[in-house]
């Protein structure tokens, strides 16, 4: 991407933590002196609003083509451009929730790397997991509007064991995975962890 900037990006699956995370860790480097930029996918433009609430309506290739396009129009609007200014980006969801969610949608995980190719790899790419049921827990008390929200029992525990095969095949290809496991840790324990990991990882 060219830029001096750091991009980080949180995935894992629905309720583990990714949205809370993402937010503690932009202020935690806002206030050692970043400029952050927090964002999410799929995105708030129209075409991120389209795959967020459209997961019923679009299906398996569609829909992963649909997020893929989000995620392109996406990095050249957002993701690219605050790289290019230095700043710090926080991407709550990237590229493995798409491995992930597309493979249990049942598209070929080729299809998606073919979609993916020309796309910027991360500086860290943390990856969460927990207990399955204390994440479908947490999700749905938050509120469900997706499609992979309202899965059954079994897909959402596929879901958690995909993001753990995931993570592994990305770290095979030089992908920077960093994985932390929630745990039973409430969400300030959580905070401490990721602020470390970063430090640790990314030095900032
Ligand atoms: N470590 C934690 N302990 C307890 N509750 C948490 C923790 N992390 C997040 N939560 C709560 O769980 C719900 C889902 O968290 P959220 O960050 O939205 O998950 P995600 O973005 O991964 O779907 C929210 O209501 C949030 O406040
Ligand atoms: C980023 C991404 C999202 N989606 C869809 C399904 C997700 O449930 C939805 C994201 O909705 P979101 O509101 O971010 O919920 P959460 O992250 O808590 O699950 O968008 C995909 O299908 N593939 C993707 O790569």
Redesign the pocket.
């Given at each position: 991407m060219g830029g001096e900037g750091v991009f980080i990006t949180v995935?894992g699956?629905?309720?583990v933590g990714?949205?809370t995370v993402a937010r503690s860790l932009g202020r935690l480097l806002a206030g050692r002196g970043w400029t952050v930029t927090c964002t999410?996918?799929?995105s708030s433009a129209a075409i991120g609003e389209l795959?967020?609430f459209g997961?019923h309506e679009f299906h398996r290739r569609a829909?992963?083509c649909l997020?893929?396009a989000?995620?392109y129009h996406h990095v050249d609007t957002v993701v690219a451009p605050a790289l290019e200014c230095g700043e710090v980006v926080v991407c709550?969801?990237?590229?493995?929730?798409?491995?992930?969610?597309?493979q249990l949608?049942g598209v070929p995980v080729d299809f998606v790397w073919s979609t993916h190719q020309d796309l910027p790899w991360p500086n860290l790419a943390i990856f969460l997991s927990g207990d399955w049921r204390l994440c479908a827990e947490r999700?749905a008390r938050?509120g469900n509007?997706?499609?992979?929200?309202r899965a059954d029992d079994p897909v959402k525990r596929r879901e958690v064991e995909l993001f753990e095969q995931v993570a592994g095949e990305l770290a095979t290809k030089g992908y920077p995975v960093s994985r932390y496991d929630i745990g039973d840790q409430d969400a300030e324990a959580v905070r401490q962890g990721i602020a470390h990991l970063v430090c640790v990882q990314l030095g900032l």
């Open positions: 995935d699956p629905s309720g990714k949205s999410t996918e799929p795959a967020r997961t829909l992963s997020i893929a989000d995620r709550d969801r990237y590229l493995p929730s798409s491995l992930v969610l597309d949608d999700a938050r509007h997706s499609r992979f929200h």
